[in-house]
């Protein structure tokens, strides 16, 4: 184990045991941001996978500059609010869970929004004529399980249990509509779940946990470990069903490993973690050629008609200088090759600034609102190491959505309930 390797493992213990002392702050921006990117750097410096490689120091100051830059961000909203009093986790939860919510708006606006996730996921199913999980063919072609326009609407399974979470936060009674949502949340989950897509499951445990740990008393050592075992397990075995044993040995073999076959299983999650840095840092040392925005606001371009377009006469490759068939780059990489490395400072400042600015807000004026804001914020940072969800069409529907209902139900309850979960 190199050097770098066990400090940043170091470090994330560290991180992990300051979480315990009391009071701390579980879900702060730089323990958040900080115990992600250590651990992808201690995991992608073991190089236990023969198509990774060294990286010159020009490389890892590119690479580093990112992060660096959005904790600079991070930092300076730290310092702007010392001295403000943060409102402690024990009056947050009371304050949350005491919100004035529109129970009748926010029921009506889960049943609408199931009501177009059923109709979008029945005619996609109509159009291509299978569901993935049930279909060999559909294994293989699982991203292709869409349909221009209303396949914007598959995407809304995150937004559903987000808005039955706050519902089951808020309101202890109104038990009819409380079974009625868990029947919904339920039955969006599992049907999702045959459409083998982890992207999306990750995404909505990611902004849930925040929600609970800063709404309730649910998160604690035990439920969190059977939170990320249940996580783990749900993505091993959706793993399982898009590879079986014989495609898992083929994995191993394809990435180069250097330990031993009978942890093959291990090859996917390691190689899903290091392969965005090692492509990241190989398409640092190659590339010369900048795309002005093309990339970091490719929804614009999604949403005007114009990517394919765009994409075809720049002649742009959305995957260049791979190193394997890992396709994913990291965040940073989306800034780099756009704008440079002015780019890369500018916009990782701002996220970091934004970040610190949405955490200081649920601190000091906690609300629904601003407890989902900043655990949006929290899943972008964990995410960071993968890709920039923000560039995303569907996942800014996603959040358009999420944020207009509950501006929608902001207001005086129609409804009691003060106490949660």
Not at 24 to 49: E, H
Not at 389 to 408: C, E, N
């Amino acid at each position: 184990m190199s050097a770098l390797s066990m400090t940043c493992f170091l470090v994330c213990f560290g991180i992990l045991i300051s979480s315990f002392r009391k009071g701390a702050d579980v879900f702060s921006p730089g323990r958040v941001f900080g115990f992600t990117w250590c651990f992808v750097l201690a995991l992608t410096d073991l190089k236990l996978s023969r198509l990774q490689h060294e990286w010159s120091g020009d490389v890892w100051a590119i690479l580093l500059f990112g992060p660096a830059a959005f904790l600079l961000g991070v930092f300076i909203m730290y310092v702007q609010n010392v001295g403000s009093v943060y409102t402690p986790l024990d009056e947050m939860r009371l304050t949350l869970r005491s919100e004035q919510v529109n129970e009748r708006r926010l029921f009506g606006s889960i049943v609408v929004l199931f009501v177009m996730y059923g109709v979008s996921y029945f005619v996609i199913y109509l159009i291509k004529g299978y569901v993935p999980l049930l279909s060999p063919e559909g294994i293989l072609f699982r991203t292709e399980f869409t349909a221009f326009g209303v396949g914007l609407f598959i995407h809304l399974m995150p937004v559903i249990l987000v808005c039955v979470l706050v519902y089951h936060v808020v309101f202890e009674s109104a038990h009819r509509h409380k079974t009625a949502l868990k029947i919904i949340a339920a039955i969006t989950a599992l049907s999702f779940l045959l459409l083998l897509q982890r992207f999306h499951f990750i995404m909505s445990a990611v902004i849930c946990i925040p929600m609970l740990y800063y709404s309730t008393r649910v998160i604690r050592l035990k439920t969190a470990s059977i939170f990320i075992l249940a996580t783990v397990a749900l993505f091993y075995w959706v793993s399982s069903l898009r590879t079986g044993e014989l495609i898992q040995y083929y994995l191993y073999l394809s990435s180069k490993m250097k330990f031993s076959y009978h942890y093959a299983l291990l090859t996917e999650p390691y190689m899903y973690f290091v392969m965005n840095l090692e492509n990241y840092a190989r398409s640092i040392e190659l590339h010369q050629d900048f795309t002005f925005g093309a990339y970091t606001f490719d929804f614009v371009a999604a949403v005007t008609g114009l990517k394919h377009w765009l994409r075809s006469y720049f002649l742009l490759e959305d995957n260049p200088y791979l190193v394997s068939g890992y396709n994913t780059y990291t965040a940073f990489w989306t800034f780099y090759r756009d704008f440079g490395i002015a780019g890369l400072g500018t916009i990782s400042l701002m996220l970091g600034a934004m970040t610190g600015y949405l955490h200081a807000r649920l601190r000091l004026r906690p609300s629904v609102l601003n407890l989902t804001s900043y655990a949006i914020a929290i899943f972008m940072m964990v995410i960071s190491f993968f890709n920039f969800p923000f560039s995303l069409l569907w996942f800014i529907l996603v959040i358009a959505l999420i944020i207009m209902v509950l501006h929608y139900i902001a207001g005086v309850k129609d409804g009691p309930g003060t106490a949660g979960l």
